[in-house]
């Protein structure tokens, strides 16, 4: 097994496939931000699930509309629904889509309480499962902004803590950068996938292998 993920391509899906020519993946994960109508459209995006399994996550720049339509070949939808868990050729995986907010002005916002909602029915389904994809960070880890300052949420971390994923799969802050717990658990940002960062994961004899993957 061989899943590469990207993250805020921000309408520019030239570089999505040209990762997934580099990488040669048997699974393809996203922490959002594919691009706003207008940017994509649903024919766009249904390409890329033609050619290889995908599964993903919301951001605040994507097309709501499309992915509510968006399947993979047998079926199943690219989006992960919050609070619920799907296998995939053996894989847990699991997803909160949206940025945090204190309200729902915007239909990509996301409470605390909701974050929380979903983590604990996610964690009741499936303890501890191998991958968490969420758009927003958690805070204090692997939540950098390009300027320095911090640009996690505290209910992302909240969620990392009760899930308990094997990695953790973020964006939003166009920084790539990575965590690793004491129990060695992966935080992974994914960073900007147009600026040629993506992220490779492979299962190891000790757990999950994910390593920065450079294709510009």
Not at 90 to 110: C, D, E, N
Not at 143 to 170: E, I, K, S
Request: with cysteine; aromatic share 6%; hydrophobic share 40%.
């Amino acid at each position: 097994m061989r899943i590469l993920a990207i993250s805020d391509l921000h309408g520019d899906l030239h570089s999505a496939w040209r990762a997934l020519e580099a990488a040669q993946p048997d699974l393809l994960l996203s922490c959002g931000d594919w691009g706003d109508a207008g940017e994509v459209e649903l024919a766009d995006l249904q390409r890329f699930s033609e050619r290889i399994p995908v599964y993903s996550v919301f951001g605040n720049h994507d097309h709501l509309e499309a992915f509510l339509h968006w399947r993979n070949r047998d079926g199943t939808p690219v989006l992960l629904l919050n609070g619920s868990v799907l296998e995939v050729q053996g894989v847990a995986l699991t997803g909160i889509s949206g940025i945090w907010a204190k309200g729902h002005r915007k239909p990509f916002y996301i409470t605390d309480e909701e974050v929380e909602a979903a983590a604990i029915q996610a964690a009741a389904a499936h303890p501890a499962p191998d991958i968490l994809l969420t758009h927003g960070c958690p805070s204090g880890v692997a939540d950098l902004t390009l300027h320095n300052q911090h640009g996690g949420q505290r209910c992302f971390l909240r969620a990392f803590q009760v899930l308990r994923p094997r990695v953790h799969l973020c964006g939003h802050l166009h920084r790539a950068q990575e965590h690793r717990t004491k129990d060695g658990q992966v935080i992974r940002n994914v960073g900007e996938t147009p600026r040629g960062d993506a992220a490779i994961l492979t299962p190891g004899e000790a757990g999950w292998e994910v390593t920065p993957f450079s294709f510009a």
